[in-house]
């Protein structure tokens, strides 16, 4: 079955510790993305991909960092510079020549303690 | 730049009532827009899109969308809910030019149906 995968479900990490979260696609998509998800706030643009080795900044992505070395992979460190990392993240791909939809991963809680 | 607003942050419905969702945009260039839901720890799924044509779409689980480009709108709307539409639901729009595939997302509208 075609999709995108995150992992890992839940994550905990320790205040000044950097973590990555991963996210595949067997999608064949160009584009990638990754949101963070906050109650109340909806879904903010951290960064995107829209081809292998490139990357773009997005609105929040400040204390993040993300690669793009395989078209089925765009992992995100989040890093001791972010101040508050405790969130929903969600990654998503996109087939760009379609104008089709993003679709979505079922994403990572990651929780600071 | 675009912005979406999403004016209800919830909406409680009985069972087998009727509901609409409410989503306007502002932008200064042509949009396509989207439909999303999400249920509790999950991704996102497509409800439904409008990128031309009849400005009334259907989507997935009885649901259905009107763009209104004077009252740039995209308004939600159901006959009648079952308590497996509880959920979160999101308006999103982005530029239909290429290159610029980036989505716009509302603050969300939480659904709860009440038995």
């Known amino acids: 079955d075609g999709g995108i995968t995150q992992s890992p479900k839940y994550l905990f990490r320790k205040e000044g510790q950097n973590v990555t979260l991963s996210c595949e696609q067997n999608?064949?998509?160009?584009?990638m993305y990754w949101y963070r998800q906050d109650p109340g706030q909806g879904l903010r643009l951290i960064y995107y991909?829209?081809?292998?080795?490139?990357?773009q900044k997005g609105d929040i992505a400040e204390g993040y960092s993300v690669s793009r070395e395989k078209k089925e992979s765009f992992p995100l460190t989040v890093t001791s510079a972010q101040k508050n990392p405790t969130a929903f993240y969600l990654c998503?791909?996109?087939?760009?020549?379609?104008?089709?939809?993003?679709?979505f991963g079922p994403g990572t809680r990651l929780t600071v303690l | 730049a675009q912005s979406v607003t999403q004016l209800d942050s919830q909406v409680p419905v009985f069972e087998e009532a009727p509901v609409e969702l409410r989503c306007n945009y502002s932008?200064?260039?042509?949009?396509?827009l989207f439909w999303y839901v999400q249920y509790p720890n999950q991704g996102l799924q497509l409800l439904l899109k409008?990128?031309?044509?009849?400005?009334l779409v259907k989507g997935i689980n009885g649901f259905e969308a009107e763009f209104n480009k004077s009252q740039t709108s995209f308004h939600l709307r159901k006959p009648s809910v079952h308590i497996s539409d509880t959920a979160e639901y999101f308006c999103?729009?982005?530029?239909?030019?290429?290159?610029?595939?980036?989505?716009?997302f509302g603050t969300g509208t939480r659904l709860t149906i009440i038995p």
């Open positions: 998503a791909s996109q087939d760009r020549e379609a104008y089709n939809e993003q679709f």
């Open positions: 999608l064949n998509h160009d584009a």
């Open positions: 991909s829209q081809i292998v080795n490139d990357f």
């Open positions: 932008s200064s260039v042509s949009v396509y």
């Open positions: 409008y990128l031309s044509g009849s400005t």
């Open positions: 999103a729009v982005r530029p239909t030019n290429f290159g610029n595939e980036k989505l716009t």
